[in-house]
């Protein structure tokens, strides 16, 4: 079928009556739509194999995308839950591509119907939302790059209570908290309410992990906090 806009709303349409039809069962494994997305993201695992450039990979990633969107549509908004590979893929794919909103937006049907990553992985889908979201952040900021605190402040929520391992729960921690002090300028200085947020991220994540690298930015953001604190003594 071409990828024209009326084939992509036949795919999105199928998608959500297909999963609503199989909701409760094992959500679009056996049914028409989801094994034309099987043999299609075969095909381009195939492709993505043959580069080695990690960069390379995610510059696939980002023309290959849209190709799936009408299908992800229809998943997702039929919102029936299920064993889906294709979806949990879709997202990793996302963030590898990075496009951090669409993947949290596949990210929050993930973990609310409790979908598992394919076999091949064998991190949760909790853990990869995390780490993913996490090291992209850290890797921005050592370069000075700006990352929005709304993807992490949602990645954040997104992951609060699933199971991972306790350094990537804390290394996404230290993202938030080193990200947020990063806004910390002199035309635009955090306010006390947003350095006790930063205190808070970064006090909890070196008790999760205490080799997670947030102690530099725990004694910045407790000296910024003591500004403050001298500041209304001496009002």
Not at 14 to 42: C, D, F, P
Not at 56 to 76: N, T
Request: with cysteine; charged share 25%; proline share 3%.
């Amino acid at each position: 079928m071409a990828d024209t806009p009326a084939s992509r709303h036949v795919k999105r349409v199928l998608a959500a009556k297909e999963a609503a039809r199989t909701a409760g069962s094992n959500l679009m494994e056996g049914t028409t739509i989801y094994q034309q997305m099987q043999v299609r993201l075969t095909a381009d695992r195939a492709r993505l194999k043959q580069i080695q450039s990690t960069q390379g990979k995610a510059q696939l990633k980002v023309a290959l995308l849209p190709s799936y969107a009408p299908y992800l549509e229809g998943v997702l908004s039929a919102n029936a839950g299920g064993k889906d590979d294709i979806v949990s893929t879709l997202m990793l794919w996302h963030f590898d591509a990075g496009q951090f909103d669409a993947g949290l937006d596949i990210a929050q049907y993930v973990l609310a119907h409790g979908l598992d990553m394919p076999d091949a992985h064998k991190r949760t889908a909790g853990c990869v939302v995390a780490e993913e979201i996490g090291q992209a952040a850290v890797n921005a900021l050592k370069t000075s790059a700006p990352f929005d605190l709304a993807v992490l402040d949602r990645a954040v929520e997104l992951t609060d209570g699933q199971d991972m391992p306790d350094e990537v729960q804390a290394r996404l921690l230290v993202a938030r908290g080193r990200g947020r002090l990063a806004t910390d300028t002199v035309d635009a200085p955090l306010d006390a309410e947003a350095v006790g947020l930063v205190i808070d991220d970064l006090r909890k994540a070196i008790q999760l992990y205490d080799a997670c690298g947030g102690k530099e930015d725990l004694k910045r953001a407790e000296r910024l906090m003591k500004k403050f604190e001298a500041s209304q003594s001496n009002d």
